[in-house]
């Protein structure tokens, strides 16, 4: 009954660092999308997927790349760390582009 | 103005009482309404959905979507110290070729024994 995984939970960087963030999801649903949630700002959407091997960006993607090489992965890439990606990252994913998404338990990213 | 506009809160009741959170959007293009209950640090967790205008009862819970008005609610029965969290509605819209989630401002809640 696992849902949405997300791993790691918690990373500390510093600036100019990489790393990748992994979502996994045992749904088997198309559609997976990446959000950064920052205080004030609410959920934002930074990249999403319509299914394996697609990719699209969404409204803050500067910074961030993404793949999604099988369809329960969905893969979160920082090339070079800033301190402004600093946020609580959350992987989310639907049945259809227009049905209720299904949230991991995010990914805390401090960038020193 | 904001696509969902929530009322934010924060709210503190008695445990046993009637909590009525609710939201007003202005997009007609919404697709599904949804309620989150968000833990802190956790994910936002779908508490209830519904595509249609009506009630949709689930337990202590009960959904109402009014689309004539713009107008949705959640209300939570005989409310309980755990359900203490931020509650979150979402609407969703098609967004290119996939789709996107329009949350609302969010309404902390507290349920004190």
């Known amino acids: 009954n696992a849902g949405v995984t997300q791993t790691p939970k918690f990373r500390v960087l510093k600036t100019g660092q990489s790393m990748t963030l992994l979502c996994a999801q045992d749904?088997?649903?198309?559609?997976m999308y990446w959000y950064r949630q920052d205080p004030g700002m609410g959920l934002r959407l930074i990249h999403y997927s319509v299914g394996e091997g697609t990719t699209a960006k969404g409204e803050v993607p500067d910074g961030y790349n993404v793949s999604r090489l099988k369809k329960q992965n969905f893969l979160l890439g920082l090339e070079s760390a800033a301190p402004s990606q600093t946020s609580v990252y959350f992987c989310?994913?639907?049945?259809?582009?227009?049905?209720?998404?299904?949230f991991g338990d995010g990914t805390r990213l401090s960038i020193l | 103005q904001k696509e969902v506009e929530q009322d934010p809160g924060p709210l503190s009741v008695p445990e046993g009482a009637i909590v009525s959170l609710n939201c007003t959007y202005s997009n007609s293009a919404f697709q599904y309404f949804m309620w989150y209950r968000q833990y802190s640090r956790k994910g936002p967790e779908l508490l209830m959905y519904?595509?249609?205008?009506g009630n949709k009862e689930d337990g202590r819970f009960t959904a109402q979507v009014d689309k004539s008005s713009k107008y949705i609610s959640l209300f939570i029965r005989d409310s309980q110290p755990s359900d203490s969290a931020t509650y979150l509605c979402?609407?969703?819209?098609?967004?290119?070729?996939?789709?996107?989630?329009?949350f609302g401002q969010g309404t902390e809640l507290s349920v004190k024994p």
């Open positions: 519904t595509y249609s205008s």
């Open positions: 749904m088997n649903h198309e559609y």
């Open positions: 989310a994913s639907s049945y259809g582009p227009d049905q209720p998404q299904h």
């Open positions: 979402a609407m969703t819209v098609l967004y290119n070729q996939g789709g996107k989630l329009i």
